[in-house]
C-alpha cells in the first residue's frame, strides 16, 4: 500500500515593496532618494531587460553591509518608438508604452527594500519619500496582490 503525501507550497516574499508616483526622470529620483535618505544608489550596467517584451527597466541598487540591507528602485514604464505599418498615421512611428508590472500601471516607479523594516521604520521612510519635491505621492503595495510579482525576483 503505498502513501500519497502532499506538499503545500505557499510563495513568501521577504521584501517590502513602495510605489512611488512622480514627474521626476528616474536618475532625478535615484540621485534625490540618496540625497533625502541613508543610502547610495547607483545604477546597474545592465537594465532589467525582457528580450520577449522588446524592453528594458532603469534599475538602481544600494546593498547596506552594516544593515544587512538591500534597496533597489525600478522604473515601471518603458516608453519606446514604433514602426507602423499602416497607412492610416500620418507619421511612420508611434510612441509605444511597455509596463513592468502591467496591473499597476499608476505607479512610475517600484522601490524594494530587503531587510529588516517595520511599520514604524516604513512610516518614517514613506513620510521622507513623500516630501522629495516632484514626488506625487509614495505608498506601500503588499507583492502578494501583484499577479506578475515574479518580475520583482532578480
Not at 540621485?31 to 524592453?55: A, G, Q, T
Not at 531587510?115 to 507583492?143: M, Q, W
Request: with cysteine; hydrophobic share 40%.
Amino acid at each position: 500500500m503505498s502513501k500519497v503525501i502532499a506538499l503545500d507550497y505557499e510563495h513568501e516574499h521577504d521584501y517590502e515593496l513602495i510605489g512611488i508616483n512622480s514627474t521626476l526622470e528616474d536618475y532625478r529620483l535615484a540621485y534625490l532618494l540618496n540625497k533625502n535618505l541613508p543610502i547610495n544608489l547607483v545604477r546597474e550596467p545592465k537594465d532589467l531587460d525582457f528580450s520577449n517584451m522588446n524592453c528594458s527597466f532603469a534599475f538602481y541598487n544600494y546593498n547596506c553591509e552594516k544593515t544587512f540591507s538591500s534597496w533597489s528602485l525600478l522604473a515601471n514604464r518603458h516608453v519606446f518608438i514604433s514602426n507602423t505599418v499602416e497607412k492610416t498615421n500620418l507619421f511612420n512611428e508611434e510612441s509605444k508604452i511597455s509596463y513592468l508590472i502591467s496591473e499597476k500601471k499608476e505607479v512610475d516607479f517600484f522601490f524594494k527594500l530587503q531587510g529588516d523594516f517595520d511599520s514604524k521604520s516604513l512610516k518614517l521612510l514613506l513620510e521622507r519619500i513623500n516630501k522629495i519635491k516632484g514626488v506625487i505621492a509614495s505608498f506601500t503595495i503588499d507583492p502578494l496582490t501583484l499577479k506578475s510579482e515574479d518580475f520583482l525576483i532578480y
